[in-house]
Nanobody, 121 residues
């Protein structure tokens, strides 16, 4: 049973933009931190961005200034706006929810199924 559902992935040229969404029907997650991770083939899952319930944000250095995480608590949805995309951003992107905020996957208790983002050069 999926707890979080991502959407918005796709194929885009370098320099382009995509907006990912992460929706959930789990009422508990409305008060949880939300995060985005990504995993490229043959690599470990890596932290991208996180946002607390109150809106405090954290970013990986590799995406700082290009990606923006946000959330709509009324809709219980988190977003990741990705601008100036690079081929090295190509990965499966996962959203997560957890009672605390952090950069490690084991911080989070709820996960989506992932959405593919492919950036062509």
């Amino acid at each position: 049973q999926r707890q979080l559902v991502e959407s918005g992935g796709g194929l885009v040229q370098a320099g382009g933009s995509l907006r990912l969404s992460c929706a959930t029907s789990e009422d508990t997650f409305k008060f949880y931190a939300r995060a985005w991770f990504r995993q490229a083939p043959g690599k470990d899952r890596e932290f991208v961005a996180a946002i607390s319930w109150s809106g405090i944000t954290y970013y990986a250095d590799s995406v700082k200034g290009r990606f923006t995480i946000s959330r709509d608590n009324a809709q219980n949805t988190a977003y990741l706006q990705m601008n100036s995309l690079k081929p090295e951003d190509t990965a499966v992107y996962y959203c997560a929810a957890g009672g605390s905020i952090g950069t490690r996957p084991n911080t989070y208790v709820g996960w989506g199924q992932g959405t593919q983002v492919t950036v062509s050069s």
